[in-house]
């Protein structure tokens, strides 16, 4: 009985996860689709429009990535981060003080080191494959 409720419990995480996905794919394409319809009506292309269009696409790549593989990369809400920094700060540089604009661009250098730090530990000190991760995979060709 455990284990039918182990399977039940992975098997109802597993559809909510994948509604939850589906959820956030059909709102980033909706708001993509938005931005490119303000440009258009606006007939001009800002720098702020094309990263927030960068946000998007990534957005949907880390879904992309998720459901190819099963495991979310760390690095790709950093660079999320870092584009919504940059962001901010080209369309709000003018109205801030140099001091807050400073402390944003410390906050993507420190992003930018923390995607170093864990592309070097991903590339040196590797996960080992666990057993339970065995165990499921093994569950799952037998389902």
């Known amino acids: 009985m455990p ?3 182990q399977r039940a ?8 996860g994948d ?3 589906w959820i956030v794919l059909a709102a980033t394409i909706i708001a993509a689709s938005i931005e490119v319809l303000n440009m258009v009506e606006a007939r001009t292309v800002l720098l702020t429009d094309i990263l927030m269009l960068f946000i998007y696409l990534e957005v949907m790549s880390m879904i992309d990535v998720y459901w ?3 495991r979310l990369p760390v690095r790709m809400p ?4 870092m584009v919504a920094k940059a962001r901010y ?6 109205e801030q003080d140099i001091w807050y604009t400073i402390g944003l661009s ?3 250098l420190i992003l930018a080191l923390a995607v170093l730090v864990v592309r070097y530990g991903h590339l040196k ?3 080992p494959e666990t057993e339970s991760r065995d165990r499921m995979k093994r569950d799952e060709t037998v389902e």
């Open 3 to 5: 284990s039918f409720l």
């Open 9 to 16: 419990g992975r098997t109802s995480t597993s559809v909510a």
């Open 19 to 21: 509604i939850g996905l």
């Open 68 to 70: 190819r593989t099963g």
């Open 78 to 81: 950093l660079y999320i981060a």
């Open 89 to 94: 700060i080209i369309l709000e540089a003018g």
């Open 106 to 108: 410390g906050a993507i």
């Open 125 to 127: 000190l590797p996960y």
